[in-house]
């Protein structure tokens, strides 16, 4: 179920300038209001993350055919997504709020209309017998892979509890390796998300979980981010995918039908539906009135807007980009405030 991940060199090579001074604005578009009369297929990238998989229950549903709008999902491995939609080779991707700006400061021009979820508990910070807590993380080395969202749930966890990061040393180590380095004597932490953290759970006795994404609720959301040109001339086939999902949440926690969301889930990714659950109750799901207050703007996690002012200043500082994105640029509420 991997996530997140490095993204590419040729991602990183440009500064996004666009944006305005409260969300994003779209180009003028020539588009009929009814939707879009295109016969071709729009295409959504999505990859391992149950708050992404889930839209595997709406495919086999037929949902988006009752719908009446003609979109094609292409599975990825989550950073060759990012790659295709950056190349232009997709209307839309699934990404974290902090990956879309780090799409946004390599020049596409990519908004986030939705968020499907954000992570409840998937995301932790696993630590070794003798530590319980993130205060008694200092002096101590930490695994985890520099740049990416867990390393942002790291600092987070740090800051909280008032331990500088002069005070903690950070091992750099690639997230699939992470359980192998917890298991080294040297390591006394690592900061990763699942189904990593179960292996390095299993990896090292007597290790446990002292912090994670379910401590700090809207610290990470996952979206889905539309390449602008496409939204600007399909507005309407955009509301109904909205539409659907609302649908697809529903589907998924309504308990008379949670088990067959959950197989369907399951059978996407190759692994057994009660494990699969567990991955689930890790990612809070959001439907449309959900998706309503946290469109609205403001500061807190309680926001996308918040969350990625927060996410904003962590890339920054940590060098993820050279200069801040304007974040108000790549949030477009609209639709989610239109669709009844």
């Given at each position: 179920?991997?996530k997140k991940?490095?993204?590419?060199?040729?991602?990183?090579?440009?500064?996004?300038?666009?944006?305005?001074?409260?969300?994003?604005?779209?180009?003028?578009?020539?588009?009929?209001?009814?939707?879009s009369?295109?016969?071709?297929?729009?295409?959504?990238?999505?990859?391992?993350?149950p708050?992404?998989?889930?839209?595997?229950?709406?495919i086999?549903?037929?949902?988006?055919?009752?719908?009446?709008?003609?979109?094609?999902f292409?599975?990825?491995?989550?950073?060759?997504?990012?790659?295709?939609?950056?190349?232009?080779?997709?209307?839309?991707?699934?990404?974290?709020?902090?990956?879309?700006?780090?799409?946004?400061?390599?020049?596409?021009?990519?908004?986030?209309?939705?968020?499907?979820?954000?992570?409840?508990?998937?995301?932790?910070?696993?630590?070794?017998s003798?530590?319980?807590?993130?205060?008694?993380?200092?002096?101590?080395?930490?695994?985890?892979?520099?740049?990416?969202?867990?390393?942002?749930?790291?600092n987070?966890?740090?800051?909280?509890?008032?331990?500088?990061?002069?005070?903690?040393?950070?091992?750099?180590?690639v997230?699939?390796?992470?359980?192998?380095?917890?298991?080294?004597?040297?390591?006394?932490?690592?900061?990763v998300?699942?189904?990593v953290?179960?292996?390095?759970?299993k990896?090292?006795?007597?290790?446990?979980?002292?912090?994670?994404?379910?401590?700090?609720?809207?610290?990470?959301?996952?979206?889905?981010?539309?390449?602008?040109?496409?939204?600007?001339?399909?507005?309407?086939d955009?509301?109904?995918i909205?539409?659907?999902?609302?649908?697809t949440?529903?589907?998924?926690?309504?308990?008379?039908?949670?088990d067959?969301?959950?197989a369907?889930?399951?059978?996407?990714?190759?692994?057994?539906?009660?494990?699969?659950?567990?991955?689930?109750?890790?990612?809070?799901?959001?439907?449309?009135?959900?998706?309503?207050?946290?469109?609205?703007?403001?500061?807190?996690?309680?926001?996308?807007?918040g969350?990625?002012?927060?996410?904003?200043?962590?890339?920054?500082?940590?060098?993820?980009?050279?200069t801040?994105?304007?974040?108000?640029g790549?949030?477009?509420?609209?639709?989610?405030?239109?669709?009844?």
């Open positions: 179920m991997i991940t490095l993204i590419s060199a040729s991602v990183l090579t440009a500064i996004f300038l666009g944006g305005c001074d409260n969300t994003a604005k779209l180009p003028e578009s020539k588009a009929k209001t009814e939707g009369t295109n016969s071709k297929p729009i295409t959504i990238g999505y990859s391992d993350w708050g992404w998989v889930a839209w595997q229950v709406a086999e549903k037929g949902w988006f055919k009752e719908a009446g709008v003609n979109v094609e292409k599975w990825f491995d989550y950073s060759a997504s990012i790659n295709a939609f950056s190349a232009n080779q997709l209307d839309a991707v699934s990404v974290s709020n902090g990956d879309n700006l780090v799409i946004a400061s390599g020049g596409t021009k990519g908004i986030m209309i939705l968020a499907t979820d954000y992570s409840a508990g998937n995301d932790v910070i696993i630590a070794k003798g530590i319980n807590n993130i205060a008694d993380l200092k002096g101590k080395k930490i695994a985890v892979e520099k740049g990416l969202v867990d390393h942002h749930l790291l987070t966890a740090l800051d909280d509890t008032k331990v500088a990061n002069s005070e903690v040393t950070l091992v750099n180590a997230t699939n390796e992470l359980p192998q380095v917890f298991a080294s004597p040297d390591v006394s932490a690592i900061a998300w699942q189904p953290a179960n292996q390095a759970l990896a090292v006795a007597g290790s446990k979980i002292i912090y994670s994404s379910k401590d700090k609720p809207g610290l990470i959301y996952d979206t889905l981010t539309v390449n602008m040109t496409h939204l600007a001339a399909n507005k309407e955009w509301k109904k909205i539409q659907v999902w609302d649908k949440v529903k589907y998924i926690n309504d308990p008379a039908t949670r067959d969301a959950v369907i889930m399951a059978k996407r990714v190759g692994l057994d539906a009660a494990q699969y659950a567990q991955f689930i109750d890790g990612t809070h799901l959001l439907d449309l009135q959900a998706n309503k207050k946290v469109f609205t703007k403001s500061d807190s996690f309680d926001s996308i807007y969350s990625s002012y927060h996410v904003n200043e962590f890339n920054f500082k940590n060098g993820v980009y050279t801040k994105v304007d974040v108000d790549v949030i477009f509420p609209t639709l989610i405030e239109e669709v009844k």
